[in-house]
């Protein structure tokens, strides 16, 4: 299960991981993001232990979303070592969400 990650503990779950961080940026009313939010929770359980998965609600934690400049959702950070590794905007294919992540573990 992806885990609910907020402006609040945004730094301790992302920035200060010692795995790579994948994180999408959703809003329930958002179309594409209902379509990438199976895949998302699917590679949550399948990187269990090798990556951390987690999803911004972007209504309800304006201020990280700010701090990335997240104009569009879905889009997808991925993280390593604090710093933004990769990113994916837009309901994309799960085999391209892999690869990105794969590349960092």
Known sequence: ??????DANFEELVLKSDKPVM?????EWCGPC??????VEEMANEYEGKAIIGKVNVDLNPGVSAQFGIRNI????FVKGGEIADKS???????????KLDALI
Not at 1 to 6: D, L, N, V, Y
Not at 74 to 77: E, L
Not at 89 to 99: D, E, F
């Open 74 to 77: 879905p889009t997808i950070i």
């Open 23 to 27: 994180v999408d940026f959703w809003a």
């Open 1 to 6: 299960m992806a885990i609910e990650i907020t």
């Open 89 to 99: 905007v837009g309901a994309v294919p799960k085999g391209q969400l892999t690869a």
């Open 34 to 39: 209902r379509l990438i939010g199976p895949i």
